[in-house]
């Protein structure tokens, strides 16, 4: 996979350089053709899977525009959580471009539950999301996390944080030929009682903050950076992308403003004002 760096209104793209013609799929919220296990994005029958944390890594570092060559279906999954992309990208380093950035700042609030599972959006001059979940195990129970963006804290408290599973699910994964590479390297796996990995947990609440981690990856597949307070229980990618497209379809939801304007209001975090991309290809 090569990152590479883009013109101003490119936006965030995946080229599948394996296939002929080096077909291009947008890393949009109109692209999503699967969310089972991870993101699946596709166009016409060519797809990219597991996307989302390096989407995450993206909007935490503040990219807007890249192409991303992969000759492989799938991005790699490296440890698990984003943190060898941010590496990657921080290590290439990032250029502000000449165009401002655009934020959709919310308007009005919208909330969505299915199945037990809760997503709400508010109006807010800053993003901000809490996470809770639920799961009966003895080493997750109830998990709450609160977090509002910034570079610096996203790289410390959440790009860190691994996707987590059950050995019972990773048998039967690869047991319909799924997953093969899932391994104690790129994941927290847990039996019945305790996790397996070795070294523990890199968070005591590890498996939350990685929640948040998926979702600004989703959030990602907006478009543009959001000013809004989210708050979500249980949410996964399906009903984090409902959500986002029914916020985009409705023009009541949302106003375009120019950072100036955002930070024109007192409590607005510093977020990056002009559109930036990675100032030389990084490899992985
Ligand atoms: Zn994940």
């Known amino acids: 996979m090569t990152i590479r760096p883009a013109e101003a209104d490119t936006g965030i793209m995946f080229k599948r350089t394996d296939r002929p013609g080096s077909p291009l799929i947008p890393a949009d919220v109109f692209h999503v053709v699967d969310t089972n296990f991870s993101t699946t994005l596709g166009m016409d029958d060519i797809t990219i899977s597991t996307v989302e944390h390096l989407l995450s890594a993206l909007a935490g570092m503040e990219v807007d525009n890249v192409i991303i060559e992969v000759d492989a279906p799938e991005v790699p999954i490296m440890d698990g959580s984003s943190a060898p992309f941010v590496f990657l990208i921080r290590g290439v380093g990032v250029v502000s471009q000449r165009q401002p950035r655009r934020f959709y700042k919310v308007k009005r609030k919208l909330n969505l539950s299915h199945n037990g599972t809760r997503l709400t959006v508010a109006p807010s001059n800053q993003l901000s999301i809490n996470f809770t979940i639920e799961f009966n195990h003895p080493v ?18 959440i ?8 050995m019972r699910d990773v048998r039967y994964l690869q047991e319909n030929n799924l997953a093969l590479g899932g391994s104690l390297d790129n994941a927290v796996i847990m039996d019945d009682y305790c ?15 990685h929640k948040i981690l998926d979702f600004l990856g989703d ?29 985009l379809a409705d023009p009541q939801a949302w106003q375009l403003v120019t950072p100036q304007a955002a930070a024109a209001q007192a409590d607005t975090v510093q977020r990056r004002v002009a559109r930036a991309t990675v100032k030389q290809p990084a490899v992985a």
């Open 140 to 157: 997750i129970r109830r998990q709450d996390y609160s977090f509002t963006f910034n570079q610096s804290d996203y790289i410390k408290h």
């Open 159 to 166: 790009s860190r944080a691994r996707t987590f599973g059950f």
């Open 195 to 209: 996790v397996l990995n070795e070294d523990g947990l890199r968070y005591p609440d590890e498996f939350v903050r």
């Open 219 to 247: 959030v990602a597949l907006v478009g543009r950076p959001i000013l809004g307070a989210f708050s979500a229980h249980k949410s996964g990618h399906e009903l984090n992308n409902t959500l986002f497209r029914q916020f």
